[in-house]
């Protein structure tokens, strides 16, 4: 079952995960032509006085990121076996089988490779149009391209320190430029952040409230009216117990009208420290007994699916009879789908006062084969969270790769607005270091630019990747399995953290470009 969902789960996230990597290779191509574009100005406005048609021009430029494309296409189809082989080898190891068909299929190829090329193609159709509005007179009417900035820049910025009004005005100058950088980036944070979310908030939850709001050590199965005798075992050896009710025998009707069925559980009580599983209410009150409408709590799972709300009557089946419940109280952190009673409640309705038993174990007492003969069935918290961790952690190193990639792009991201921003400015910043800037004034500059993009890219990619998140988990989420995505402040600070660094080792990169400039070359029009 697992493995099926695994797959179902795969091929939902196939699409939106391709749409999102085609998004940032999209927004790249578009700043990188548009940074070319720029730097030819002069050759295009001299083929344009030459009478070279508009469509020719346009013609060259739309081959480049279709040159672009069958670079990238010929990478990805040779590295996609040698992937498609580690994930292989890595779903052997957790059924135990050999998976001997591993071949991809050719229409996966010309899928993916159409795809791609036709993005690429639509990427460059705009940098591409803009080379042919280039207007040869302002290129070639020997105007030095001096840039002073808007007014409402300046005022915004002149109280500041020269260095850093100047990186905010280089900065802000073109907001489209920069709106697309800091989408790209929240894109490629979305990658990373919405999959690291989803495992730390399922960890979180399920792991951390089996490990930290329970104190039972071993639950014992017993047939009904047979909790006596383990009970008579915990007191011979010095354990705590407490008798719950747990019994698979719910069924609703969902909102599609299919029947579900859930568990019934009824503790001691669900007060603090009232029972050996503490459960983590998030909306809601505890349910009253002897209530003229039975009271019960829901995990947060299958109020959800059933678009189910608080303080509402709901119809269900607990073995073959139908019963009204109020639903007071929503609960996180529960395996299955799994409905909450009052105890004395639920006694009555399934006839029975126990189903198993919790025991929390001394110092130096383990379950034996004495408390086995007269258990139906015991299962130990620590194998039991043991078991769910590996799980979880499988299913992490899977998608770990993903997160890597969306670093990996926010690299390449970062990389290329570094580039850009200094080549576009190769006259500002030469002129500075004429007039007496040092390298480590610029270099403070460009770090200050490039924190200030970090900065607020890494805010936009915690909201991308939290809206993402959500996305996956709704997508994901199945009756047997739900994610609950919880925003968890350390995810979001690894986040910004990430986008920080990766701004500081781009700051090396700029100063190395600065140091090898010809400034000669740079200024030489300034006496125009």
């Known amino acids: 079952e697992f493995m099926r969902l695994d797959l179902e789960g795969a091929q939902k996230m196939v699409t939106p995960i391709t749409i999102m990597i085609g998004s940032i290779a999209a927004i790249t191509i578009v700043l990188s032509l548009q940074r070319l574009v720029q730097s030819q100005a002069r050759e295009i406005a001299i083929l344009r006085t030459l009478g070279v048609p508009r469509k020719k021009i346009m013609s ?22 040698f ?52 207007d040869p007179l302002e290129i070639l009417g020997g105007k030095s391209d001096i840039r002073v900035g808007s007014d409402l ?34 894109i490629s944070l979305m990658l990373a952040g919405s999959i690291q979310m989803m495992s730390v908030g399922l960890s979180d939850t399920i792991v951390g409230g089996l490990k930290d709001n329970q104190t039972w050590d071993a639950q014992v199965y017993v047939q009904p009216g047979a909790e006596e005798a383990v009970i008579q075992w915990a007191n011979e050896n010095g354990a705590d117990y407490e008798e719950i009710i747990e019994a ?41 007994e002897n209530q003229e409408t039975i009271q019960v709590m829901m995990d947060e799972g299958s109020l959800e699916m059933n678009d189910w709300e608080i303080g509402r009557i709901y119809s269900i089946d607990v073995g073959g009879s139908n ?17 909450f ?68 792009f926010t690299l390449a991201v970062m990389f290329n607005t570094m580039v850009m921003n200094i080549a576009e400015r190769d006259f500002e910043l030469a002129t500075l270091r004429v007039l007496g800037a040092s390298t ?33 988990a709704a997508s994901f989420s199945t009756w047997q399995f739900y994610f609950p995505v919880v925003l968890v402040p350390s995810v979001a600070y690894q986040l910004i953290a990430v986008v920080l660094i990766i701004a500081i080792l781009m700051v090396p990169i700029g100063l190395f470009r600065i140091r090898r400039m010809d400034l000669v070359e740079k200024v030489k029009d300034f006496s125009q």
């Open 323 to 339: 019963i009204k419940v109020e639903i007071t109280a929503s609960v996180r952190g529960e395996i299955a789908r799994t409905m």
């Open 440 to 472: 480590s004034s610029l270099g403070l500059m460009l770090l200050f630019e490039s924190l200030l993009i970090g900065f607020i890219g890494g805010l936009v990619g915690v909201a991308f990747a939290f809206g993402g998140a959500f996305g996956m």
């Open 83 to 134: 992937g498609m082989n580690g994930m292989l080898d890595f779903y052997e190891k957790i059924i135990g089988l050999p998976i001997i068909e591993r071949t991809v299929p050719l229409d996966v190829y010309t899928v993916q490779i159409g795809a791609t090329m036709i993005l690429v193609f639509l990427s460059g159709t705009y940098p591409a149009w803009k080379a042919t509005r280039i």
């Open 248 to 288: 698979p025998l719910g069924v609703l009707e969902d909102k599609n009208g299919m029947k579900r069925s859930f568990s019934l559980v009824a503790l001691k009580g669900y007060g603090p420290e009232e029972s050996m599983r503490s459960l983590d209410i998030l909306e809601g009150s505890v349910p009253k």
């Open 341 to 408: 009673f009052v105890q004395s409640d639920l006694s009555e309705i399934v006839g029975m006062n126990a189903t198993s038993i919790y025991l929390n174990l001394p110092e130096g007492v383990t379950t034996d084969e004495a408390l086995g003969s007269v258990s139906s069935g015991i299962i130990e918290r620590g194998a039991l969270l043991d078991g769910i961790s590996s799980l979880l952690k499988q299913q992490t190193q899977v998608l770990s790769t993903i997160m890597g990639l969306g670093i990996l």
């Open 60 to 81: 060259g430029y739309l081959l480049a990121p279709l040159g672009i494309g069958v670079v990238g296409c010929g990478l990805g189809a040779i590295a996609g076996p």
């Open 153 to 186: 820049l300046q005022s915004l910025t002149g109280w500041m320190p020269t260095s850093i009004g100047l990186s905010m005005r280089a900065s802000l100058r073109k907001p489209m430029r920069l709106g697309l950088t800091l989408t790209a980036v929240g």
